[in-house]
Nanobody, 121 residues
């Protein structure tokens, strides 16, 4: 499985961005996908994930109510809609996938290169 994350950019606080994670390879719907982010000098953290069955979990309290994960199996793409962005959301965002919907980065075998999100105040 190969992943390509896109959709990042520079946005003002309060703005929105939609990140996409496009996958190549068969049976993408059988994989769980996680969205991670890493700010400079900080550890990579799990933002949220979608299981093979479509169960969505947001692992960061700070994004609940602002971020939405969705998946289009026909397009083999997982999305991260980010609204009401804050400067503290600034990070490089990565998508990762594996058959197991894990809660740590070590649970995911396949990673995209990441896309930068910068939120100005």
């Amino acid at each position: 499985v190969q992943l390509q994350a896109s959709g990042g950019g520079l946005v003002q606080a309060g703005g929105s961005l939609r990140l996409s994670c496009a996958a190549s390879g068969p049976s993408f719907s059988r994989y769980a996908t996680g969205w991670f982010r890493q700010a400079p000098g900080k550890e990579r953290e799990l933002v949220g994930r979608i299981s093979r069955s479509g169960t969505i979990t947001y692992d960061l309290d700070s994004v609940k109510g602002r971020f939405t994960i969705s998946r289009d199996n026909d397009k083999k793409t997982v999305y991260l809609q980010m609204n009401s962005l804050k400067p503290e959301d600034t990070a490089k965002y990565y998508c990762a996938t594996n058959r197991i919907c894990g809660t740590t980065m070590f649970a995911y075998d396949y990673w995209g290169l990441g896309t930068q999100v910068t939120v100005s105040s």
